[in-house]
């Protein structure tokens, strides 16, 4: 009877870890297309030239011709920390990731590699 006891409480415990652990790998969710969507329960969001720009979930392949090379990101803002407040800051792009922005739509494109392939990462002004 102690045994079964036992082994039940010990079952509690691992599959409550289990959740957690679930819980944690899925903070960072990637679409079907493996494109960045969320962190957590936060969109990506980057903070340019006194502006959040918010990605759309969606990349291109290449840039359009308008799209002029803006700079790099400096700084990734710390898990939990919803919005990026300073120039060239992200909550989910790393440090030196390039940035190209479209005056003619402002919009920002993130350059990132997904599966060893070139992709540009839409993000919109949220302001």
Excluded: H, W
């Excluded at 960072?28 to 340019?48: A, D, H, K, N, T």
């Excluded at 920390?81 to 993130?110: G, H, K, R």
């Amino acid at each position: 009877m102690k045994k079964t006891i036992l082994l039940i409480a010990l079952a509690i415990i691992v599959l409550g870890g289990c959740d957690y652990i679930s819980k944690k790998t899925s903070e960072i969710s990637v679409s079907s297309s493996e494109e960045p969507v969320s962190v957590g329960e936060y969109p990506p969001l980057i903070y340019v030239n006194d502006k959040r720009y918010q990605s759309l979930g969606k990349s291109v392949t290449e840039l359009p011709g308008s799209a002029d090379y803006l700079g790099t990101i400096t700084n990734k803002v710390q898990f939990g920390q919803f919005s990026p407040t300073e120039n060239f800051s992200s909550n989910f792009l790393e440090v030196d990731t390039e940035l190209y922005y479209d005056s003619s739509d402002d919009v920002i494109y993130a350059e990132v590699t997904v599966n060893d392939k070139l992709k540009y990462v839409i993000y919109i002004s949220k302001n």
